[in-house]
């Protein structure tokens, strides 16, 4: 009993990821297509402004988080594994706040000692 | 998913199931190959890099007084005589997309075991990123062409082309040593290496499917750059 036990907890360890059906794959498929259109559509219609932006961002998120969560399987990961690799991101958000910072003091430095010609 | 155990340790679900699993003093990634896992922590480092360029991108875009190029005129292609703005970014994008689908397919018929369709889908995803690639060279040979240098072009902000041969050459080499390994792998899948166990290179790990996982997540780690380069690169 204890034997076949430890047979099958082994062969679950063996098995990997199990396979998903083939249908979530074809519709993440088809929504990738479909956002990569609407995204190019922004531009084609010449949205401007943070309409623009907004839209952008929007269809971005949502393609980069379905790559994530469906084709790199993450939907389906412990979150030990999720964590770890999502977390870290908080850092890059936090050195885009840095440099926007530090961009608009270059640009004021440069219109106020280039182009206003300093104190 | 509570019943499922590991070498006798229960998975909890959640969060609660992360703390045991952190705290298990064991191995931490239950159930992940340990391949897997280490191919998440380069992708993740490899994340700060993209990361990295693109926000210098950001940097420079944003504190230049020069009007930055507008990118849907310059990646613009001539349809007959019409310009039809980013369509080669476009194509590009789908073709990415397409071969981020057959390969997402591929790993699932590997994991069934089904070697001939996985071989076959892996090849379809070599030939889609050897496209990718190509209409990039093309891509580069004609703003080259155009005059655009990395210290200077004719159309706006001389940053611009640092920044284009830069982000793009970045992600294009990475695509070429995708593709390079795709075919590496569709050799293996066809030649029957994950049935026979055979050992690969560099490792004693004995041949399995769980590599088809492995490439997959670095080749829509490919296709996920790109989401980002076309929304900040070009549409921006």
């Given at each position: ?119 | 998913?509570s019943e499922q155990k590991i070498d006798g ?61 507008n990118t849907s005129e310059v990646f613009s ?66 703003l080259i062409h155009e005059g655009v240098r ?87």
């Open positions: 009993m204890d034997e076949t036990n430890k047979m099958s907890e082994t062969a679950k360890k063996e098995e990997q990821t199990s396979t998903q059906k083939i249908g979530i794959y074809l519709w993440i498929w088809l929504l990738l297509f479909v956002l990569s259109f609407f995204s190019y559509m922004v531009d084609w219609y010449q949205f401007q402004g943070m309409l623009r932006w907004s839209l952008i961002l929007f269809f971005m998120f949502l393609k980069a988080g379905l790559i994530m969560a469906f084709f790199m399987h993450l939907f389906w990961e412990r979150y030990a594994l999720v964590n770890v690799l999502l977390w870290p991101m908080t850092a890059i958000a936090c050195f885009i706040f840095l440099m926007t910072a530090e961009f608009k003091y270059t640009v004021f430095s440069r219109l106020f000692y280039f182009v206003v010609g300093g104190a | 998913m340790f229960e998975l909890k679900p959640g969060f609660k199931g992360m703390a045991s699993d952190t705290g298990s003093d064991q191995t931490m990634f239950k159930g992940v190959h340990w391949g897997k896992a280490m191919m998440w922590i380069f992708l993740l480092s490899d994340t700060f890099v993209f990361s990295c360029f693109l926000i210098s991108y950001m940097k420079g875009r944003g504190s230049t007084l020069v009007d930055w190029p292609l001539h349809v007959g005589s019409v310009p039809v703005p980013l369509l080669l970014i476009a194509i590009m994008t789908f073709v990415l997309i397409t071969s981020s689908g057959t390969m997402a397919l591929a790993v699932k018929y590997g994991y069934e075991k089904n070697r001939k369709m996985c071989g076959w889908l892996i090849l379809a995803t070599a030939v889609g990123g050897l496209t990718f690639v190509g209409m990039q060279v093309f891509e580069w040979s004609k990395p210290w200077g072009n004719p159309f706006g902000a001389s940053q611009f082309g640092s920044f284009f041969f830069m982000i793009t050459g970045f992600h294009g080499f990475h695509v070429s040593i995708g593709v390079i390994f795709l075919f590496i792998y569709t050799y293996k899948v066809f030649a029957g290496h994950y049935e026979s166990k055979k050992r690969g290179w560099f490792t004693k790990m004995k041949g399995d499917y769980v590599e088809i996982e492995i490439l997959g997540l670095y080749w829509h780690f490919v296709d996920l750059v790109w989401v980002f380069i076309f929304a900040f690169f070009y549409l921006w």
